[in-house]
């Protein structure tokens, strides 16, 4: 089992920047959680979720949908248990709940049915 919560939205002006936190309830590591990738995925109101960034818990390896590459940066602190999403130059276009999520084997795909684990969400508004 792993909980997740996210933390860091808010409200901001287009061209600011958020970063993004989740926590799980204990190591993300696959050989502690099962978790072998974190991912966050946004869902604006009237459209379905889609993925942002993903990360291998181990490798490190990252990848990120096209609408956000070169602005938004996905890290991780095992030791903390700990997934970030830095986002820069934000465009009103980024509003939308974010959501943090955890799965067990593929994370290059970034579909949200390779995840198993979601956080509650937290609220990204950009005017």
């Known amino acids: 089992h792993v909980q997740l919560v996210e933390s860091g939205g808010g409200s901001v002006q287009a061209g600011g920047s958020l970063r993004l936190s989740c926590v799980a309830s204990?190591?993300?590591?696959?050989?502690?959680?099962?978790?072998?990738?974190m991912g966050w995925f946004r869902q604006a109101p009237g459209k379905e979720r889609e993925a942002v960034a993903s990360?291998?818990?181990?490798?490190?390896?990252?990848y990120y949908a096209d609408s956000v590459k070169g602005r938004f940066t996905i890290s991780q602190d095992n030791a903390k248990n700990t997934v970030y999403l830095q986002m820069n130059s934000l465009k009103p276009e980024d509003t939308a709940m974010y959501y943090c999520?955890?799965?067990?084997?593929?994370?290059?795909?970034?579909?949200?049915?390779?995840?198993?684990?979601w956080g509650q969400g937290t609220q990204v508004t950009v005017s």
């Open positions: 999520a955890a799965g067990r084997s593929w994370c290059s795909r970034m579909r949200r049915t390779d995840f198993d684990y």
């Open positions: 204990r190591d993300t590591d696959s050989s502690v959680s099962g978790s072998v990738c």
């Open positions: 990360i291998y818990v181990r490798g490190g390896m990252v």
